[in-house]
Every structure is written in C-alpha cells, then in structure tokens.
C-alpha cells in the first residue's frame, strides 16, 4: 500500500504542475496588462509610465513568461500567493480559512445526504418495481431537476421567513450551518439515491449473493456484508467528485447564504478582477481535487482487494 501511494504521489507532479501553469497563466489570459491592474488598485489612479516600469523592474514583471512563472511557483511553494489588489492581505492565509468553512459545510451537507440516500436507495433496490420504488425514483428525479440555490430559497422562505425558526444568514453559531447544510444535503441526496439503486440492483444479481443466501444466512446480514460493501465504490466515486467540485457548486448556495466560504470568496474575487486572488483560488482548489481523487483511489483498494495494484514482486 506505501509503495502503490507513492506511485500515485510521483504521477501527481506533472498534473499539479500543469495546475501551477494554469494558475499562473490566468494573470496573462485575462484582458489588460497585470501590472497595471495591481498598480490602479494601489494608487486608485491611473499609473505613470514611470510608475509602471519601476513596478515590472520591482517584481520581475519585466522579465520572459518562463522566468515569471518560476519566481510565482517557487514562492507559491513556500505559500507565498501574493497579496489580494483590494485587501493587501496574504492570499495563503485566506484561502485556507475560508477553504475549511466550505469544507466544514460540506462535510455537514454530504453527512446529511448519506443519511438520507443510503438507506433510501438500498429499499428502492430490495423493493424494485414496487410502489415504492417507483415513489423514491420519481422523487430522486424531481429533486434532481431543481437547482441548488431553488431548494436554498424554498427552505429559507419556509423556516426563515415563515416560521422564522432559522437565521438565513451568518456562520457564528451552530444554527447558521442548518440551512445551508439541508440544501447540499438535499440536493446531493437526490442524485446520491438514483446511483446507490442502481449500483446495489446490479450487486444483487452477482452469483456470490444468491451463494450467500443458499447458505441460509440473514438477508441484514447479506446486505450489509455481501452487498453494500461491493456496492460503494461508485457511490464513493460520486462523493468524491462531490467534494471535488465544491468550490464552483458551493458558489450560489454561500452566496445566497452569505456564507463565508471560499466560493463567495472566488465570486467576489472575479467581481473585483482580484488575480492574485483568483490565480490562488485555482491553485489551491487544483491541488485539493488532485489528492481527493488519490484518497478516493486508495479507498477503493481498501474496499475491493481486487483491483490493488500489485506491488513489484508479488
């Protein structure tokens, strides 16, 4: 297993480079001279061109592409990002903090679909082609066909507005994480329950399942062991590409929230035409989706011995 990580950990280098390059490429693939965007947003003026020759000679800017990028990746690696163009603080520093809120949100949000999906598509799968499954199925299709921010809306008029039991804004306390949770929770949840039906119908059919039950063992217990357990790495799959993609799909549901999270913090970012900011944003988020897919890849492993590599000599 150390061995197979640190395969893993070596074809990670390339693809993280890659994301560094793309990072760093976002400064000169947006319109305008960056030195010029930093330089307005320090003097709230336009700059002299004295002003931006002493600039691009400060920081390098002067120098080809290639010599840019490695000054950028070299102290990006220390975690230097720079400086937001509308704060002055670190990038690092921020991305980090409003990183974790989203992750802790998230975290809450698919703690909350798993609940709900899980149990729920194994009785569409036990029950295919009765009532119920038929009721869960056209359920999970409605509630997949509703945007995020709609079921975010909807829960705010409803508990906010109407009944007033929920605060709609805020991150202070417990309460605040409610709302926003249900709405990741509810929406993951739905797509969740359609792919736990599927990937379960297909393990029951498997011949090591009936076997399982031709030794008369508890249908809890074949469940659980036999069929469940095989049933999980494309539901894995899906919860991995759900954190995944958590910094593009959480941007509607912080914003509509006011969560301070790092989707709000990259739709303000763009707003303002922040790019260190931004540039940072895309960095850090590459590199968590890069490891997520390593976690997600050595969970498989631990939950289906067969499909482990091999190590050198066994």
Known sequence: MLQTTGKRLIWLAPILLFTSFFSFSLMYL????????????????????????????????????????????????????????????????????????TAKLFVIGMGVSIVIALPLGVLAAVKADSPMDHFLRFTSLGGISVPNFWWGILLVYL????????????????????LPAATIGITGAMDLMRLTRTSVLEVLNRNYVRTARAKGLDETAVLLKHVLRNALIPIITSIGL?????????????????????????????????????????????????????????TYSLLDPQIRIKEPGV
Do not use: C
């Open 30 to 101: 947006s319109p305008g001279d960056p030195a010029r965007l930093i330089l307005e947003a320090e003097l709230q003026a336009p700059p002299t061109g004295e002003q931006l020759a002493q600039y691009e000679k400060k920081h390098g800017l002067d120098k080809s592409f290639l010599s840019q990028y490695g000054l950028w990746l070299a102290r990006a690696l220390h975690g230097d990002l720079g400086r937001s163009l509308k704060t002055g603080r670190e990038v690092f520093p921020v991305l980090l903090e409003k990183l974790g809120n």
């Open 242 to 298: 759900y954190f995944g993609h958590m910094v593009g799909g959480s941007i509607l549901i912080e914003t509509l929230f006011a969560w301070p999270g790092i989707g709000r913090h990259l739709a303000t970012a763009a707003s303002m035409r922040d790019l260190p900011v931004i540039q940072g944003i895309v960095f850090v988020s590459g590199i968590f989706f890069v490891l997520l897919n390593l976690l997600v890849d050595l």
């Open 159 to 178: 508990f906010s507005v109407k009944l007033q039991w929920l605060p709609a804004f805020g991150s202070l306390e417990s309460k605040h994480f409610i």
